[in-house]
């Protein structure tokens, strides 16, 4: 079982920035590829950004040289640092994972990029 909660969103201004925490409560977490997902009203859960357990990271395009995931395994926590912000980054945030064939996700945080 992995629990996964989200925090750090909020409304902010177009070109302003934001960081999303996500806390896990497992002691895989160090192992675990940890994922950000965004889900605007209307559309479809999209994959943001993911990094591996030793730190390797990918992005979608929308999102390269704006956003940084990382992760603190000592903490046991992910982060989204958002740069450069656009009202189409306005969505709800998920962390996720997967073990054993199982996915996990946290209950999200609203992000909404608004003047």
């Known amino acids: 079982q992995v629990q996964l909660v989200e925090s750090g969103g909020g409304l902010v201004q177009p070109g302003g920035s934001l960081r999303l925490s996500c806390a896990a409560s497992?002691?895989?977490?160090?192992?675990?590829?940890m994922d950000w997902y965004r889900q605007a009203p209307g559309k479809q859960r999209e994959l943001v950004a993911g990094?591996?357990?030793?730190?390797?990271?990918s992005y979608a395009d929308s999102v390269k040289g704006r956003f940084t995931i990382s992760r603190d395994n000592a903490k046991n926590t992910v982060y989204l640092q958002m740069n450069s912000l656009k009202p189409e980054d306005t969505a709800v945030y998920y962390c996720?994972?997967?073990?054993?064939?199982?996915?996990?996700w946290g209950q999200g945080t609203q992000v909404t990029v608004s003047s």
């Open positions: 990094i591996t357990g030793v730190g390797s990271a």
């Open positions: 497992t002691s895989w977490f160090s192992i675990l590829v």
């Open positions: 996720h994972t997967r073990r054993r064939d199982y996915d996990y």
